[in-house]
């Protein structure tokens, strides 16, 4: 059978996107077999070439789908008016807490994508969600540093300290196993480190 000649059922691409996130996050992975992607979501294996043109299409639009609701969420809370700086900031690193445990193959295959992807990709993916992730930091650290709540801290360093803390320890699963005898991350390791991390960070560019 082609994909030419499918007949897709309802709902067909989300469950492959949803089956796709299931495997790499379980498996702590950035990479899928497409035959483990059909055995896993009962669906012919060339659906993948109809719907996304190959495995990398697939790829990039389970990436479109995690960024997008990331970038909308931090614009919404950067457009908060009712809110100060500093209760943006501490929701905002809740969010990416959170976002991570539920997405933890999200930088690794975002770095990957780009690294692999023609320039002209390369570029669309850092302008639609790695930029718009750092515009936002230089929103609310500008806001919070003129309100007198925050030091003066570089936005561009404050992105890759934030997203170089989740990404690591989402990403260290084998660490926890040799190093701490713990085969998963659970839902007490992720509130742990949140509050962790929060503490960290905001100790860091709060006034004082």
């Keep these: 059978m082609t ?6 059922p309802p709902g067909a ?5 949803d089956t796709a996130h299931a495997i790499m996050r379980e498996g702590d992975v950035i ?12 669906l012919n294996s060339a659906l993948v070439k109809y719907y996304f043109g190959n495995k990398a299409g697939l ?20 457009a908060k008016d009712d809110w100060s700086s500093e209760a943006k900031l ?9 976002t991570f445990y539920e997405v933890p193959y999200l930088m690794r295959l975002t770095m990957r994508l780009i690294r692999e992807s023609s320039p002209a990709e390369a570029q669309r993916i850092a302008d639609s969600y790695l930029t718009p992730i750092y515009r936002a930091y230089e929103a609310l650290i500008g806001e919070g540093v003129r309100s007198g709540a ?3 801290v570089d936005p561009q360093l404050f992105f890759f300290t934030v997203t170089g ?17 713990e085969d998963s991350l659970t839902e007490s390791l992720r509130d742990r480190y949140r509050e962790h991390s929060i503490d960290l960070i905001m100790a860091g560019i709060l006034a004082g």
Excluded: M, N, Y
Aim: some cysteine; hydrophobic content about 50%; glycine content about 2%.
């Design 31 to 42: 990479d899928i077999s497409l035959s483990d992607l059909a055995q896993r979501s009962g």
């Design 13 to 17: 691409r989300e469950h492959l996107l």
């Design 59 to 78: 790829l990039a639009a389970l990436l479109d789908r995690d960024w997008q609701a990331i970038v909308a969420s931090v614009d919404a809370l950067v």
């Design 150 to 152: 925050f030091r003066s």
């Design 165 to 181: 803390a989740v990404d690591r320890f989402f990403s260290a699963r084998l660490v926890l196993r040799h190093c701490f005898g």
């Design 3 to 8: 994909a030419s000649s499918l007949t897709p």
């Design 90 to 98: 501490r929701r905002h690193l809740s969010k990416v807490v959170d």
